[in-house]
């Protein structure tokens, strides 16, 4: 089937021009499946962001590969319109075609500034109902109308009752992709036009996944108090300290909703409640809303997680978005497996993690790529996150930004604090999210290019070492026209009192940025011997402490905007045999070893076959990485550890978190 891909594909013929230079100001080129389909063409792709590292990259990597007389197809991607394609330096203009791609070349029918707003995983839907429908030009409102019924399939002026409007948020906010808000407000206006939901906080429910799940989180216990009751709702919707405006009862058994509501649940996107002395049935489908209801509540959570799991449609045609929804699921049911002790659910967990895990390095062998030069609207890697946080700050010199890594935490790990910090405080939000890690799974790799906000091809000097973070976090700040006055970071955080170490560290009436490295994790796994569960038991009483938490609080109550991300996950693996090649490697992890020349790795990956070669995106050159997959490791045979480098959902996909303050 014809895709809007291929309006932009038709122009790119290998072996055509060695260079081309494209103007792409919406992030066409970059969406994933059109760089992957470049990349597999044989086309090199490289943003023109920074002159002085664009001429780096393209002196050391191409300039010298064409002075021999050999062929690349390089392509430059500007951000810029295409009348500024000629501030390009002289000898770019001079060797290169120039190519430009924008939404109003494919949607030239609907209004610019609605389309932009969209996410570009949802082209595919807009461009095919372009196709069957012709549509004449529209403005503002009739493009926003389009994109609603067409792509995420709601005709609002449809929805007319309680249920239809639950159902319809609940099949938004569990989804995957966020509504932009230009379509959230037209859903607002359209809603309120109509009377029909005129008790309802609309504003809030329909663009924030968050409120809406507060909105639900309120009304369970009082649906759970009337479900053996009549008319027992107090007449002053006041007496029940609802947060979030609307009808007090809300129709959660019907059939359409309900399905919805255990899932929740299970994933922890909503929270049980203890109602004691309610009598449920053993099949009943509102035991997953009712805390230690039974005590086989906890087998039966996990096992509609491992359901889940199992029907879960993650493939090689996944989108990254895909993986990260599924990584969340498997982490909530991989926090309880690593806590509980069911023989029989770790030995399914086990194989079904060996599975998933071969699947998911299949996928980014041919992924992982083009997932580097995605706009950082969304990050989708972790170099991507400072720059999103400059996004927040740009020409706003009253907002503060806070980053708290914690090194070495794994999603389901996250879970594990997640739940300490809700119990500790309710007056924090997290909106959690996840991104993918720098491949190797290093410290030195991962963790520099969150502070750096670069792939790691621009600190080769600083790769094995961690020594360099300071100087990158305040380089890349100062370059988006932040003070180094204005600019704090430290590390080897995560013991004795938080207060204490943020007021030696910062002014917050003039600092700005602050990036802080919590290493406490990561000296817990280099120490475990106990494995996973070891891991989640040290993590829990590490939280307990509060030193978390009252870091948290002290960012917030100084209004910072805060982001807690890590560097890398980490898993319990296997020794499979530990490498005898002397001083050869430069990396002699337990689940990375790296190599200074592709023939050197050769050598020992045709011994350790479960380890594959790792191609380097993104990386220096002479850093070649034989990383190791499922749940094995270069440690003697047999030796169990916990570690980090390899190419497992646990080590690559991390935690994103936004940290807010409730308002009330």
Not at 156 to 183: C, K, M, Q, W
Not at 480 to 505: F, T
Not at 582 to 593: F, N, P, Q, T
Request: hydrophobic share 40%.
């Amino acid at each position: 089937m014809s895709s809007w891909r291929n309006t932009i594909l038709k122009d790119f013929v290998p072996n055509v021009a060695r260079l081309t230079l494209v103007s792409d100001p919406d992030c066409l080129l970059t969406e994933e499946k059109l760089a992957m389909e470049l990349r597999e063409r044989g086309f090199d792709l490289i943003e023109f962001n920074d002159p002085i590292e664009f001429r780096y990259a393209y002196e050391s990597k191409y300039r010298s590969i064409w002075d021999r007389g050999e062929h690349t197809d390089l392509v430059v991607i500007l951000r810029l319109q295409d009348a500024e394609l000629e501030s390009l330096p002289y000898d770019l203009l001079q060797a290169g075609r120039k190519l430009a791609f924008s939404f109003g070349d494919l949607f030239p029918n609907m209004s610019y500034p609605v389309v932009e707003q969209l996410d570009r995983s949802l082209l595919d839907s807009l461009f095919d109902a372009q196709k069957k429908t012709s549509p004449d030009r529209m403005g503002d409102n009739a493009t926003r109308d389009f994109i609603l019924r067409h792509v995420f399939g709601v005709a609002a002026e449809l929805i007319s009752t309680e249920v239809d409007l639950l159902r319809f948020l609940l099949r938004l906010h569990y989804g995957n992709s966020a509504i932009p808000s230009i379509l959230a407000d037209r859903l607002v206006e359209v809603f309120e036009s109509s009377g029909s939901f005129k008790d309802w906080s609309l504003s809030q429910i329909i663009p924030d996944a968050e409120q809406f799940f507060v909105f639900i989180q309120e009304r369970w216990p009082i649906f759970l108090e009337n479900l053996n009751q009549t008319n027992q709702i107090k007449d002053d919707p006041a007496a029940y300290g609802l947060k979030v405006q609307g009808p007090v009862r809300l129709p959660f058994d019907h059939q359409d909703i309900r399905v919805y509501i255990d899932n929740l649940f299970v994933e922890r996107k909503l929270a049980p409640v203890d109602l004691p002395g309610i009598d449920i049935a053993k099949d009943s489908w509102i035991l997953s809303g009712i805390s230690a209801a039974r005590s086989d509540s906890e087998d039966l959570r996990i096992s509609r997680l491992f359901e889940l799991v199992d029907t879960a449609n993650v493939s090689m045609d996944s989108r990254y978005t895909d993986w990260i929804a599924f990584a969340m699921k498997w982490a909530e049911l991989s926090a309880l497996i690593h806590t509980a002790s069911n023989a029989d659910h770790k030995k399914r967990y086990s194989e079904t993690g060996q599975r998933l895990n071969g699947l998911f390095a299949d996928w980014l062998e041919t992924h992982y790529a083009s997932l580097i030069n995605l706009p950082p609207s969304t990050p989708a890697m972790l170099h991507h996150v400072p720059r999103y946080l400059a996004r927040y700050i740009e020409g706003k010199k009253s907002k503060k930004v806070a980053l708290v890594v914690i090194d070495g935490l794994s999603l389901d790990q996250w879970v594990t604090v997640r739940n300490i910090i809700q119990k500790q405080s309710s007056d924090l939000v997290l909106r959690e999210s996840a991104t993918f890690a720098w491949i190797p799974t290093l410290t030195s790799v991962s963790r520099q290019a969150i502070f750096s906000g670069k792939p790691p091809i621009y600190f080769p000097s600083s790769i094995n070492s961690t020594n360099s973070e300071e100087k990158l976090w305040k380089q890349f700040w100062q370059g988006h026209d932040v003070s180094k006055l204005d600019i704090a970071y430290k590390r080897s955080l995560g013991d004795g009192d938080a207060e204490v170490a943020m007021e030696s560290l910062i002014n917050p009436a003039q600092t700005r940025v602050v990036g802080l490295v919590i290493d406490k994790v990561d000296k817990i796994m280099h120490g475990m011997q106990l494995g996973a569960a070891g891991m989640h038991n040290q993590i829990d009483q590490w939280c307990r402490g509060k030193y978390l938490i009252s870091l948290l609080n002290y960012l917030s109550r100084h209004d910072y905007e805060i982001w807690i991300t890590s560097d890398h996950g980490n898993m319990e693996s296997i020794g499979k045999g530990r490498p005898t090649e002397g001083a050869i490697a430069e990396s002699r992890g337990e689940r990375v070893r790296i190599y200074p020349t592709p023939e050197l790795r050769s050598q020992i990956s045709s011994t350790f076959t479960f380890a594959r070669e790792w191609f380097p995106s993104g990386l220096p050159d002479n850093y070649f990485p034989l990383v190791a997959t499922g749940n094995d490791a270069f440690v003697h045979e047999g030796d169990s550890i916990v570690g980090h480098g390899g190419v497992a959902i646990e080590e690559v996909i991390v935690p994103l978190i936004k940290v807010e303050r409730r308002t009330q």
